[in-house]
């Protein structure tokens, strides 16, 4: 229903064919009908097509943020030894939904993430290591989904909104990149 909404704001689908397709997404009864729905929308945005980012913890860790970057549509987290961190707070991102594979394996991954995005964690396996989603259910309207898939492994994966320090650090210098 969310994809349906955002191509009528984008001007993809007029607003009777919203309601159409609205009205069909409340009475399907799988996601093979739901994928009917919007199947024939064009794809809205180059980021959506870029390759992913992929993040690899190796023995010393590896972060992307905190400052500017361009979101692809799609990034890929492996903990690795030395563990993995995505700071989202600065980025500016006009995609609909950020499709995000976290690997906790031996060090596990932190994802942070700005106040008014929210997260889907329901394709996460927490395995040995768990999910820890301490993000709030409240989005506010044009920003991104955060789709969270993947496995904790063993040191598990961690989805936030920015802590105390961190929004000390965002308040005291919103400009940063």
Known sequence: MEQLR????EGRIDFDELDSRLEQALTSKTHAELAVLTADLPRPRSSESRPPLVLKGGMYGASRGPGRWEVPGHVIAHGGVGGVSIDFT???????????????ETSGVTIIIPDGWAADTSGMDPALGGLRDKTTPDRLPGTPLIRLTGSGGLAGVVIRHPNRRERRKLHGNPTQG
Not at 6 to 9: G, K, M, P, V, Y
Not at 96 to 102: D, G, N
């Open 90 to 104: 600065r980025v500016e991102c006009r995609l609909p939904e950020v499709a995000v594979e976290a690997y906790g």
């Open 6 to 9: 955002d191509a009528a704001a």
